[in-house]
Nanobody, 111 residues
Framework: QVQLVESGGGLVQPGGSLRLSCAAS????????MSWYRQAPGKQRELAAQ???????SYADFVKGRFTVSRDNAKNTVTMQMNSLKPEGTAVYYC?????WGQGTQVTVSS
């Protein structure tokens, strides 16, 4: 059974940083592209960052230069370091592996 458990969300001031983690189980993690999505209130879920099994990363324009996604295939985890956070970054952040989603973690950027 595939499980994805996100952690690391919270309240942060504009310009601050957070580090999200996603712990995966129930599948061969090292072979799967892992993604981070976000869904702001009243908006559609959108792709923020992605990392292939080989470690190649890609980012949405709205996070380029500020977010960094990485993975540890030995620990079955994917993380996303988020720097220079903006109020419009307030959203629930989800980890995705193929067709499976985590439950999400809330990130609120506010002073």
């Amino acid at each position: 059974q595939v499980q994805l458990v996100e952690s690391g969300g919270g309240l942060v001031q504009p310009g601050g940083s957070l580090r999200l983690s996603c712990a995966a189980s129930g599948f061969t993690f090292s072979r799967i592209v892992m993604s981070w999505y976000r869904q702001a209130p009243g908006k559609q879920r959108e792709l923020a960052a992605q990392i292939t099994s080989g470690g190649t990363t890609s980012y949405a324009d709205f996070v380029k230069g500020r977010f960094t996604v990485s993975r540890d295939n030995a620990k079955n985890t994917v993380t996303m370091q988020m720097n220079s956070l903006k109020p419009e970054g307030t959203a629930v952040y989800y980890c995705r592996a193929a067709v499976s989603w985590g439950q999400g973690t809330q990130v609120t950027v506010s002073s």
